[in-house]
């Protein structure tokens, strides 16, 4: 391991970019989204640096104009699934023995082209293929993913230097960190573009090489996040661009012998099942895979009686329908005394009809469309369910336009069944759910908050008293992965919250963070002894 000089004090969060009124950022933006609106690309397979063109074709569309087509794609099946495996292998070797330096150097200037010069076209193919507003293309797709490519070579020299506490006289111990044998399958999702980035940029940046299978509904901006790596030096074969079908593309990728492991960001049942497929296969793998995966959520707000009712109100909306509640941290379920209701009701309702939605391409939306049909129609069956329901009345929204783009209103939902369904089940999307509870039944109401719900990933709670919040922080220790004390259950920083939860949400090993990465090292003890003994017997063998 080299002992060359990194810098000690960690990497600085890439600044956020306001995109105000007139500015030079602002006119950049348009004129790149302008650029790429007009246009319909061809999107290949990327496979041992090559381009692979199937002919099995899908469509990247924009959500907010679904008839809309930015682009064409090939999709891969299982001989492409194999080609990839096979092209990560011959790239394993020397990618594997790489020094860290050169590995940290590939994502350190991918950092800083995407901050720089591929910053309009991430951010752009974000809002245009996700429908991201431009605030919230601008936290994810340019400075998150920056802060990844920054802050994970600064943990993983961190991680290096984890040695063995001591060395005897005449001996020296020390731990190698090495790269998996085989390759890492990484599944990400379409919510986050950086996820797209950080998924295979983690393990790769460990030494390993990786097959990437991005979401479907997200390929344009996974696409340039490929092209950012091999821009930025990534060798051929360590990374492999895989859109596809999830079983034409995972189902192999799983049954491969050379499968090392899984970095996952989706849905529960889906991870659940690449589970089961792996404990199946388990005999079939040179090693044991590592598992990681974060999963879903039904992420709650709670409120204490001396809960400030506005900022409460505020952290309600930004939690619940930024992004249209696609966020696996979004609020989905508030908790509310019924002396504060009266207050929060009035300022949410009158905040969440002052919201404009409409296409991402106007700056002045707070919101824009969910990603696809599929998406509108379950939300929108969810939201059925609460109008049909005797336990349950809309308090703002409920309805939803797929005419043109897939529009849901942001929706408020009152209940009075502590068990309802719409506070125990996912819906990522616009909807959020509240329960009022009687000022003296918090610690029922705090249970009912620890188990409604499988989950476990982000939670908030609301308190001006100091007592309080350190009582309903103890009680609820175990809820959620990210917690959060007066502020929304969102908006994880790189560097600052390490992203994960635990239960149905996931293995916690935390994104963005040491503890991630490693999951992507297996380790060698070394002991080396400088004068080794030449005599068999111990000094207890001698006689008196």
């Not at 940290?104 to 991430?122: E, Q, S």
């Not at 990534?234 to 895989?242: E, K, Q, Y």
């Not at 336009?401 to 009075?416: I, W």
Request: glycine share 8%; proline share 6%; with cysteine.
């Amino acid at each position: 391991m080299s002992n060359a000089i990194f810098p000690i004090a960690p990497p600085v969060n890439e600044p956020v970019r306001p995109y105000a009124p007139g500015s030079a950022e602002k006119k950049s933006l348009k004129k790149r989204l302008d650029e790429m609106a007009s246009e319909t690309i061809e999107i290949p397979l990327i496979i041992g640096g090559k381009e692979v063109r199937t002919g099995d074709l899908g469509k990247a569309v924009c959500p907010h104009d679904h008839g809309h087509v930015l682009a064409t794609y090939h999709q891969a099946g299982a001989a492409e699934v194999d080609a990839a495996a096979a092209a990560a292998k011959a790239a394993w070797h020397d990618w594997s023995e790489t020094s860290w330096e050169d590995r940290a150097a590939v994502l350190l200037r991918a950092a800083d082209l995407l901050a720089g010069p591929w910053r309009d076209t991430l951010n752009a193919s974000t809002m245009l293929n996700q429908s991201k507003t431009v605030f919230q293309a601008e936290i994810d797709a340019a400075c998150e993913m920056v802060d990844f490519f920054r802050f994970n070579p600064y943990f993983m020299r961190t991680l290096y230097t984890d040695q063995p506490l001591w060395s005897p006289a005449g001996t020296w111990n020390r731990v190698e960190y090495r790269a998996l044998e085989g390759f890492v399958f990484a599944v990400s999702p379409f919510n986050f573009t950086s996820i797209g980035g950080n998924l295979p940029g983690a393990p790769a940046l460990m030494g390993n090489t990786v097959l990437w299978k991005p979401a479907s509904t997200s390929v344009l901006s996974n696409y340039y996040i490929m092209k950012l790596f091999q821009a930025a030096g990534l060798p051929d074969g360590v990374i492999n661009f895989l859109p596809g079908k999830a079983s034409k593309v995972g189902d192999p990728a799983l049954a491969n012998p050379g499968f090392a492991g899984i970095h996952f960001t989706g849905s529960t049942p889906v991870f659940q099942s690449m589970w089961k497929t792996i404990g199946d296969n388990i005999a079939a793998y040179r090693s044991y895979p590592r598992i990681v995966g974060e999963t879903g959520g039904k992420n709650f707000v709670f409120a204490h009686p001396s809960a400030d009712a506005e900022t409460y109100a505020v952290a309600l909306l930004r939690g619940a329908f930024e992004y249209q509640g696609q966020k696996c941290s979004a609020a989905s379920r508030a908790y509310v005394p019924k002396s504060l209701w009266p207050k929060v009701k009035e300022r949410l309702i009158d905040d969440v009809k002052a919201i404009k939605m409409g296409t991402p391409l106007d700056f002045r939306h707070f919101m824009a469309a969910v990603i696809d049909e599929n998406s509108f129609d379950r939300i929108l069956g969810y939201i059925k369910h609460a109008k049909d329901s005797k336990d349950a009345k809309i308090l703002a929204g409920g309805k939803g336009d797929k005419k043109k783009g897939y529009f849901v209103e942001p929706t408020v939902v009152q209940t009075t069944d502590p068990h309802f369904k719409l506070l125990k089940e996912e819906i990522f999307g616009p909807v959020l759910t509240v329960y009022v509870y009687d000022d003296a039944d918090m610690e029922a109401t705090l249970d009912l908050v620890d188990t409604a719900s499988p989950y476990a990933l982000t939670g908030a709670i609301f308190a001006e008293d100091r007592q309080v919040i350190h009582h309903l922080s103890k009680r609820l220790r175990h809820s959620a992965g990210n917690f959060y004390i007066n502020d929304k259950p969102t908006g994880a920083v790189v560097g600052q919250q390490p992203f994960g939860g635990a239960r149905a949400s996931g293995t916690n090993d935390k994104a963005g963070s040491m503890a991630n990465l490693l999951r992507w090292t297996s380790q060698r003890a070394m002991k080396e002894s400088f004068v080794p003994p030449r005599d068999f017997r111990y000094p207890f063998m001698e006689e008196k």
